[in-house]
């Protein structure tokens, strides 16, 4: 079974590049799910299957997972970007799905 | 478009049993490889899976609360309902549902949530 291990936390320059990292054995051999969540509101969807965009999603917001590690990549942040990112697996195995511990990133 | 929407009680008793229904808009469940999840977060923690039913009837549920949950669908009314018993304080959390949609090229299931619900907090005390 799955656990996502992410930093509790990352803090990045205003206008630098974000990295929030999910780790889990052989994370690469599975899709990873991104949802930024900003306080006092529901989960928002940001990447699917590693790098995929939803609708509306800025391509600033890029991923990558290989090996043990999947990478949320956040460019040129914003002030807005400020918010708690959680990864997400489906472990076929077991068919649970499972989440993250979640990261809060704070923008400087 | 999608929506979905949570409601139920917002305080329960100790040992009582909890019933949350989602309701929503926008897309069947009839339709192959659509799933609704129920997610949870209990204040200042992080997002907790709890349980998924597909268009299909298959469900799948958390295995730490597994014993306690029931998921139900009715497509006639376009609601999922959640059933978890003998609440606890520690189940005090906002509630979510949330749209599992099928990949776009086939019918199979994606397993990740791409809307949600507005959440609804549920708190357990005497």
Redesign the interface.
Known sequence: SYVLTQPPSVSVALGQTARITCGEDNIGGT?V?W?Q?KPGQ????VL??DSDR?SGIPERFSGSNSGNKATLTISRVEAGDEADY?C?V?DSV?????????TKLTVL | QITLKESGPTLVKPTQTLTLTCTFSGFSLITSGMGV?W?RQPPGK????VA?VYWNDVK?Y??SLKSRLTITKDTSKNQVVLTMTNMDPVDTATY?CAHSPHYFESVDP?????F????TLVTVSS
């Open positions: 899709g799910h949802y969540q529901a989960p928002v969807l699917f299957d939803p959680y997400q489906w077991s068919d649970h799905v499972i989440f993250g511990g979640g | 999840g997610i992080a997002l907790d899976w998924l799948r958390n295995p979510y994606a397993h990740y949530f791409d949600w619900g507005q959440g």
